[in-house]
């Protein structure tokens, strides 16, 4: 194996070690560290691990792989575009696997590249903030962790229910639990004594040594799912209400735990079964949780590797210090729009010139209206209530964008032209309005089980709904439409791959189908109990 200079990275001498496998393809072309991170899109201590891996592999591995990232990725809009074609054109060149003497070079870069995907996340972002190594010996669940996240748990869900009926509601997030119980977690691990029991051969302590970021990432996915409020409260408000059902047994205390649960432990329960279709294969990435996975190695992470960024840049910035200075700058920035100057929240600016123009009020209102404004807001709450376009992949966010102009476009055509009587009703409203304009009053068409009457119904008045709520029940079921085509369409592969992994998990010696590093990890654990949970539900 090549030196390396420490100090300047110059070069690897890419020259594998003596191998008594004649089929061993090596390579001994000098590689610029730089260059190779740089085509890559990684860090130089990842091309350096992905190197060392390489080194073990033989050219028809290489192949083997590569064949299976193109075969697995050849649709993934998150895979480096890059990659992608430098594995398809490796493949394509059949001279390399005829004469392996003479490509050298191209062997051993592919080789590297094969390593980074398969040795570690294929994805930039994920690497940047997802460690592709895994200390079994840091205890999680602990005396400490349990009751702390248990506390959290009750509060946060507390705080959201309670204010989820005000207008406007008030909302904590997981990530204000994150970072809450940092500091608690620190406290404990310096105040509380090395006391405990002896469990099934498993000690439990109640500080049993450094709060460490497995413990706390268990607080924070408990708090992610206690911030979370249960869709059964919806049920609950609606057949409680006199407005709507009126069934006064909604109210039971026993009725509405038990309702919440099931609806939570089918929800759980089909999680954990759909693993292997979200969750195990590496392309199935959840931006929302590398944000929790980011905030979480900010605080725990004594040293910051540096990453790559935008602009083809390698940041070497702390995430701590970035941490700080965005907290510091969103801080400041949140009185001007929510308390020194309110209209800066809604920036009605359009509608203000001229206030009396119904028109101008209807298609630019960024309360009552459709929106139609090229700066409608400058609160960030406001700009990310749909989207976090800092979190999704940018054409994530363009996509929702150009969704919701069609829409707001379907609503134009649907109000002005007064189809389904809409134009005698708010353009903008999610409300149900009877023949007279006024709100409709769901109980007077029920009869005593709470069933529709016909004759009441008929007698009252029929439904009419606004255009924007028209608009939103079509593409409602478009989508339903749309997402199974588009599954069969593109996704059948991966699909089948989930299937085919869940039959071979029944059998004594099932292969692993899911070469993803994490995923690799993940099986040393054992299996979560989802079908369990569907069975209680």
């Not at 997981?174 to 002896?198: I, N, S």
């Not at 409602?476 to 069969?488: K, L, M």
């Amino acid at each position: 194996m090549g030196a390396l200079d420490e100090k300047t990275g110059d070069t690897i001498d890419a020259v594998t070690p003596v191998d008594a496998n004649p089929q061993r393809e090596s390579f001994d072309d000098k590689v610029s560290l730089d260059e190779v991170a740089r085509q890559l899109n990684a860090t130089p201590e990842e091309v350096l691990e992905a190197r060392e891996h390489s080194l073990a592999l033989s050219l028809e591995e290489t192949k083997e792989s590569a064949e299976r990232l193109v075969h697995q990725h050849g649709l993934d809009p998150n895979f480096p575009a890059g990659a992608l074609e430098r594995l398809k054109e490796f493949l394509a060149n059949d001279d390399i696997f005829a004469n392996p003497d003479a490509h050298t070079r191209e062997i051993g870069e592919a080789k590297i590249e094969v390593s980074l995907l398969t040795t570690n996340s294929p994805y930039a972002e994920v690497r940047a903030v997802v460690d592709a190594h895994d200390d079994v010996t840091l205890p999680v669940s602990t005396i400490r962790s349990w009751t702390i996240g248990l506390f959290f748990v009750v509060f946060i869900a507390f705080i959201n229910q309670l204010f989820s009926v005000r207008q406007p509601s008030i909302t904590l997030r997981a990530e204000v639990v994150q970072l809450l119980a940092y500091p608690v977690g620190k406290a404990a691990e310096r105040w509380l004594p090395d006391v405990g029991f002896t469990l099934f051969g498993v000690r439990h302590s109640l500080n049993p040594g450094p709060f460490n970021k497995k413990e706390h990432m268990l607080i924070s996915i408990m708090a992610s799912v206690g911030k979370t409020l249960p869709s059964s409260r919806y049920i609950i408000f609606t057949q409680w209400m006199d407005r709507y059902f009126g069934q006064k047994y909604a109210k039971s205390f026993s009725y509405q735990i038990l309702l919440a649960l099931s609806t939570n432990l089918m929800g759980f329960g089909l999680a954990g079964l759909c693993r292997r279709f979200l969750v195990y294969p590496s392309f199935c990435l959840w931006p929302a949780s590398l944000v929790t996975i980011a905030l979480n190695s900010s605080l725990h992470n004594e040293v910051n590797h540096p990453v790559p960024g935008p602009f083809k840049r390698i940041y070497s910035m702390s995430r701590y210090r970035l941490f700080l200075a965005a907290f510091a700058a969103m801080f400041v920035w949140f009185w001007f729009p929510d308390y020194i100057f309110g209209a800066l929240s809604l920036f009605n600016w359009v509608a203000w010139i001229a206030p009396n123009n119904f028109t101008l009020t209807a298609l630019t209102g960024v309360k009552k209206g459709l929106g139609f404004n090229p700066l409608p807001t400058f609160d960030w709450n406001v700009a990310t209530h749909v989207v976090q376009p800092l979190v999704v992949p940018f054409r994530v966010t363009l996509n929702t964008f150009v969704g919701v102009f069609l829409g707001g476009i379907t609503i134009i055509g649907l109000y002005w032209t007064n189809a389904y009587n809409t134009g005698y009703l708010p353009i903008n409203s999610n409300l149900m309005y009877n023949h007279f304009g006024g709100s409709y009053n769901v109980s007077k068409i029920l009869d005593g089980r709470g069933w529709l009457d016909e004759a009441k119904y008929q007698a009252y008045s029929p439904v009419y709904l606004a255009a924007s709520s028209i608009t939103m029940y079509y593409y409602f079921f478009a989508v339903y439409a749309a997402t199974v085509s588009y599954a069969i369409l593109f996704h059948r592969h991966d699909i089948a791959l989930g299937f085919r992994s869940l039959l071979r998990s029944f059998k004594k010696e099932a292969s692993n189908d899911f070469k993803d590093v994490h995923t690799r990890m993940m099986s040393n654990y054992p299996e979560g109990i989802g079908a369990i949970l569907v069975g209680l539900a």
